[in-house]
C-alpha cells in the first residue's frame, strides 16, 4: 500500500509562518496556530509542506498498517485560511452559528479573515475538537469493534431461525399421525357387530 503524501516532518512551522507574504494573512496564522496550541498542549509539526498540525490520533483504514494525523490543523492559502477539525462540525452546529463569515466542508473550515470572527467561539470549537475522540480511539472507548458487533449479532440470531423452522416442519407430522387414527380404528368396530348380532338370535 502506498504511503500517505502527508506526513509529519522535521521542518520549522515557524520558519513556513515566515514565507507567508501577505501580512495579515501571516498574522492570523500565527493566531489560530496559537491557539491550537493551547488547547491541545501540543507543539506545531509540519505535516507536508504547507499544514501546521497539533496533537495526533492513530486511524487505520479497509486495510494497511495504523497511520497518524494531527487532530487541529491549519493551511494558509491564496483564498482563505484553512483550519482543519478532524472531529467535523456534527456537534459544532450552534458555536458555527455564531462564529462570523465562513465556509465549510467536511473536516474544513474555510474562513477570509480573521477579524471578521469572533475569537471566542472559535476558541471553543478548537477546544470541542481536541477533545473529541478519533480514529481507533472511538472503538476503545465503545469497548468493541462494530464490525465484530455486527457478526456477533448475525451470529446470535441465527440459531432462532432454525428452530422456528424445525417446530414448522414438526407440526405436520403430528397432524398426520391424528388424521390417521381414526381411519384404522373404524373398519375393526364395524367388523365386530356383524358377527355378534347371529349369537343372539
Same mark, same amino acid.
Given at each position: ?5 502527508t ?14 507574504k501577505?501580512?495579515q @494573512? ?5 493566531t489560530?496556530a496559537a ?5 491541545t498542549?501540543a ?6 509542506t ?5 496533537g495526533?490520533f /492513530?486511524y ?6 495504523e497511520?497518524s494525523w ?8 491564496a /483564498? ?9 462540525f456534527e ?6 452559528k ?17 477579524s471578521?470572527?469572533d475569537?471566542g467561539?472559535?476558541r471553543?470549537?478548537?477546544?470541542k475538537?481536541? /477533545?473529541? &475522540?478519533?480514529g481507533?480511539e472511538?472503538s476503545a ?7 465484530v458487533v ?14 422456528a ?5 414438526a407440526?405436520?407430522?403430528k397432524?398426520?399421525?391424528?388424521k390417521?387414527?381414526p ?6 368396530k364395524a367388523?365386530?357387530?356383524k @358377527?355378534?348380532a &347371529? @349369537?343372539?338370535?
Amino acid at each position: 500500500m502506498a504511503e500517505p503524501k502527508t506526513q509529519a516532518t522535521t521542518k520549522s512551522a515557524a520558519a513556513f509562518f515566515a514565507t507567508i507574504k501577505d501580512g495579515q @494573512k501571516r498574522q492570523d496564522a500565527e493566531t489560530v496556530a496559537a491557539m491550537m496550541a493551547n488547547v491541545t498542549g501540543a507543539p506545531p509539526v509540519m505535516w507536508g509542506t504547507n499544514m501546521v498540525g497539533f496533537g495526533s490520533f /492513530q486511524y487505520k483504514g479497509s486495510s494497511g498498517p495504523e497511520r497518524s494525523w494531527p487532530r487541529l490543523a491549519l493551511s494558509p492559502r491564496a /483564498q482563505n485560511l484553512t483550519i482543519y477539525l478532524m472531529a467535523g462540525f456534527e456537534d459544532l452546529g450552534p458555536l458555527l452559528k455564531k462564529l462570523g463569515p465562513h465556509q465549510t466542508g467536511k473536516s474544513c473550515l474555510y474562513v477570509k479573515r480573521l477579524s471578521e470572527l469572533d475569537p471566542g467561539v472559535l476558541r471553543a470549537m478548537l477546544e470541542k475538537a481536541a /477533545q473529541a &475522540p478519533l480514529g481507533l480511539e472511538r472503538s476503545a472507548g465503545s469497548g468493541s469493534d462494530p464490525k465484530v458487533v455486527k457478526k456477533k449479532a448475525a451470529a446470535t440470531r441465527a440459531p432462532a431461525k432454525g428452530k422456528a423452522a424445525t417446530k414448522k416442519k414438526a407440526a405436520p407430522k403430528k397432524a398426520a399421525a391424528k388424521k390417521a387414527e381414526p381411519k384404522m380404528a373404524a373398519p375393526k368396530k364395524a367388523a365386530a357387530k356383524k @358377527k355378534a348380532a &347371529p @349369537k343372539k338370535r
